[in-house]
């Protein structure tokens, strides 16, 4: 039982590249969320899936798409990398949205030159 | 737009000594609060959930109490050790998913 994971741990882009940041979970849980985590600013949440085959904005959502692929996996693309998407981004799970304790993974740190 | 803040940003104790972490919000309506521990280069951990018609939840030396009316809760971290040096954030839901404080980082002195 793994929980949450997320691939890749490490990734250098160079400005304008693409990438996406992928995320499962083995919990079976209806709701997941990408957050990205900076300096001073604290945890911002990026995107959300209440339940498959929905997503929504949260509050940082420019410059990113998500897809959730199915129950199990949701995934983070950044189209045109800028420096300012350096930061460290977590995917978390919850059985329900807003009620539920959410789980975190370890985190991908991203550094966009 | 719901805003949390913790005090204090940063608090070093000795070992041994119990302790409180503030954790405030401007929106009362929420359905519940979470504190999370952190450690570095680490995910976040799930410490306790408070659901909104509760008062306080307990999970071994933690104790959380949630006031919503005026919008504050604190973490009571009793008999402190090196071991629970961390960043500790709470977080709470409402209209929309989790919104987080910017953490308090926590060192407990051997």
């Known amino acids: 039982n793994a929980g949450v994971t997320q691939t890749p741990k490490f990734q250098v882009l160079k400005t304008g590249q693409s990438m996406t940041l992928q995320c499962a979970q083995d919990m079976n849980h209806n709701s997941m969320y990408w957050y990205r985590q900076d300096p001073g600013m604290g945890l911002r949440l990026i995107y959300y899936?209440?339940?498959?085959?929905?997503?929504d904005k949260g509050e940082v959502p420019n410059g990113y798409n998500v897809s959730r692929l199915n129950k199990r996996e949701f995934s983070l693309r950044l189209e045109s990398a800028a420096p300012s998407q350096t930061s460290v981004y977590f995917c978390?799970?919850?059985?329900?949205?807003?009620?539920?304790?959410?789980?975190f993974g370890p985190g991908t740190r991203l550094t966009v030159l | 737009k719901q805003e949390v803040t913790q005090i204090p940003a940063a608090l070093s104790v000795p070992e041994g000594e119990n302790l409180v972490l503030n954790c405030s919000f401007t929106?009362?309506?929420?359905?519940?609060l979470q504190w999370f521990r952190q450690d570095p280069g680490k995910g976040l951990t799930s410490l306790l959930l408070?659901?909104?018609?509760?008062r306080e939840q307990t999970s071994g030396r933690l104790n959380a109490s949630l006031d919503k009316s005026s919008g504050r809760s604190t973490l009571y971290i009793a008999a402190s050790q090196p071991g629970d040096s961390a960043t500790y954030l709470c977080?709470?839901?409402?209209?929309?998913?989790?919104?987080f404080g910017k953490g308090t980082r926590l060192s407990v002195i051997a």
């Open positions: 929106d009362s309506a929420i359905y519940n």
């Open positions: 978390a799970s919850s059985e329900l949205i807003a009620t539920d304790t959410q789980y």
């Open positions: 899936s209440a339940s498959e085959g929905t997503t």
């Open positions: 977080a709470v839901s409402g209209n929309t998913p989790l919104v």
């Open positions: 408070i659901q909104s018609s509760q």
